[in-house]
């Protein structure tokens, strides 16, 4: 059966080093692969989207990579902040709207 | 300037009664989908509809029954409600999906259900 994991619940890390956050999925074939952000008492909001024939995608202090060999995708932030704390959900894409549990970064001052 | 609207955001009501939560978007997408986020925050999709047609229909219990009156609206029904059906719902719409278009998601704010 398909399957997302993000590779943990719960990341800490300290202000102004990288976060890497992990997605891997099982009997998948996605097209693209989305990342969204969600704030606790809010609905998530798209980041940033990366096609199956592309190998890295970049925004601001953002960068996704997607490995279909590897059937994973990582996501990271660069020079991280506090704001920088949230939910992160990752999307691997069939049309079927399935999303990864999420892993929930905090950024410490 | 509200995207994807839902009302109400906060339900609390009692087993074995009815609801509704109304969902609208003014983005002018064809597709709207509603999601569930229970307690342990896990999103899952329960339908999607794309130009008024039901398109998604995850295994959901028939108590669950959406309703879409337009391209912009997509209501949600529940009827017989259970203690189980607690969570948070979110509406979102996107552009028309296929298999290599993009199809971002815009979601609403959530409509937390309490069924007491």
């Known amino acids: 059966s398909q399957k997302i994991e993000q590779n943990s619940e719960a990341l800490n890390i300290q202000e102004g080093k990288t976060a890497t956050l992990t997605c891997n999925y099982t009997n998948y074939s996605p097209a693209y692969l989305q990342w969204y952000r969600q704030d606790p008492g809010r609905g998530p909001v798209f980041l940033l989207l990366?096609?199956?024939?592309?190998k890295e995608k970049r925004k601001e202090r953002l960068k996704v990579t997607f490995d279909t060999t590897l059937k994973q995708s990582l996501f990271h932030i660069t020079a991280s902040q506090p704001a920088d704390s949230a939910t992160y959900l990752c999307?691997?894409?069939?049309?079927?709207?399935?999303f990864g549990a999420g892993t929930r970064l905090t950024v410490k001052p | 300037d509200t995207a994807v609207s839902q009302t109400p955001k906060y339900l609390v009501t009692q087993m074995g009664n009815d609801k509704s939560i109304k969902c609208e978007q003014n983005?002018?997408?064809?597709?709207m989908y509603w999601y569930k986020q229970d307690s342990k925050k896990f999103l899952k999709i329960m339908f999607s509809y794309n130009n008024k047609e039901l398109i998604i229909n995850e295994t959901v219990p028939n108590r669950f029954s959406p309703k879409s009156p337009d391209k912009a609206h997509l209501n949600l029904h529940i009827n017989s409600l259970e203690l189980g059906d607690s969570a948070v719902y979110f509406c979102?719409?996107?552009?028309?999906?296929?298999?290599?278009?993009?199809?971002?998601?815009?979601f609403g704010p959530g409509t937390r259900l309490t069924v007491l």
């Open positions: 979102a719409s996107s552009a028309t999906p296929g298999r290599r278009s993009h199809n971002e998601q815009f």
């Open positions: 983005l002018g997408h064809d597709t």
């Open positions: 999307n691997p894409n069939n049309n079927d709207m399935r």
């Open positions: 990366i096609r199956e024939n592309e």
